[in-house]
């Protein structure tokens, strides 16, 4: 797929060739869901609040308008959101307990140990099924649970292609290459039911092949073939890394500013337009 995608081809047009495999070709369905995990920082530690929740609102938009339907969603926070999308059939809220982080040092820390609690929710629930990891300000294409669940059950999924959005500049582009280094949302494990943790602070919340998740995912294909598990890398861009809206953890901690482009990713950057929106639903109103 990767060679038939062009620098100089249009988000439009880019975007247009992966409906295409969907519409044009037989998919055989695996039986197994999709968990989205999605770690929700304090409002201690948030810029704006209230940006967080709009953010959060519309990755769960993105999520919820997918064409297949077996998928949920857990987030797991300190403090529950106000918006309609959190109380949503498909979304699970879990409270966290623990303290929040007292600065942008302990971001990390504290997304990991509620990824613990949502391994251990699940554990408790009897899923077994694929598990992602999803920052609560991305994007999910419509398609991206119908891709997971068209391919051979129990396999891994790096995510190498995916679009980038600068909502500062109001610029969109693709990123071809090495798309998983940079965005959190990139990754999706197989796990069988007693692969989760018993609970978030026991032993078996970081012992294979768990702690996958918690580790960074710069370093995914690496950790993945020391555990010798099968992976797929994806060369459809399935999900939009979002930048630029105020309380991105890679710009408070000081990796990003709001001056990247896509001339950073060797990429040709659009206007942001209504075409990323038919595919990755996060506004209000869709489908």
């Keep these: 797929m990767s060679r038939h995608i062009s620098s100089v081809?249009?988000?439009?047009?880019?975007?247009?060739?992966?409906?295409?495999?969907?519409?044009?070709?037989?998919?055989?369905?695996?039986k197994a869901e999709v968990a989205f995990a999605i770690s929700l920082k304090s409002k201690t530690v948030s810029r704006n609040w209230n940006n967080v929740q709009s953010n959060l609102a519309k990755t769960l938009r993105s999520i919820?308008?997918?064409?297949?339907?077996?998928?949920?969603?857990?987030?797991?926070?300190?403090?529950?959101p106000n918006i309609k999308e959190i109380?949503?059939?498909?979304?699970?809220?879990l409270s966290v307990n623990f303290p929040p982080p007292s600065n942008p040092k302990g971001f990390s820390k504290d997304k990991m140990r509620k990824r613990k609690v949502i391994g251990a929710y699940l554990r408790k629930i009897?899923?077994?099924?694929?598990?992602?990891?999803?920052?609560?300000?991305?994007w999910a294409h419509h398609r991206l649970v119908q891709y997971v669940r068209s391919q051979p059950l129990r396999k891994d999924f790096v995510i190498d292609t995916g679009m980038m959005v600068n909502l500062v500049k109001?610029?969109?582009?693709?990123?071809?290459?090495?798309?998983?280094?940079?965005?959190?949302?990139?990754?999706?494990?197989?796990?069988?039911?007693?692969d989760f943790p018993l609970a978030p602070k026991t032993n078996s919340a970081i012992k294979e092949p768990f702690h996958l998740v918690l580790k960074a995912h710069p370093k995914v294909i690496r950790n993945l073939r020391a555990l010798r598990r099968p992976y797929k890398i994806v060369k459809f861009p399935l999900v939009t890394w979002v930048l630029g809206h105020g309380d991105n953890n890679s710009m408070?901690?000081?990796?990003?500013?709001n001056?990247?482009?896509?001339s950073n990713y060797g990429s040709q950057g659009e206007k942001l337009e209504n075409a990323l929106f038919h595919y990755f639903k996060s506004r209000k109103n869709h489908p």
């Design 9 to 30: 081809d249009s988000i439009k047009e880019q975007l247009k060739r992966v409906e295409a495999y969907f519409l044009n070709k037989h998919v055989n369905k695996n």
């Design 64 to 80: 919820l308008n997918n064409t297949d339907p077996h998928f949920r969603v857990i987030v797991a926070g300190h403090e529950k």
């Design 87 to 93: 109380r949503h059939k498909r979304v699970t809220w």
């Design 126 to 138: 009897g899923f077994s099924g694929y598990f992602m990891p999803f920052d609560s300000d991305d």
């Design 170 to 194: 109001k610029e969109a582009w693709l990123r071809k290459k090495r798309f998983y280094i940079g965005c959190g949302s990139s990754e999706v494990f197989y796990f069988a039911n007693k």
């Design 252 to 257: 408070l901690k000081g990796k990003k500013d």
């Design 259 to 262: 001056t990247v482009s896509a």
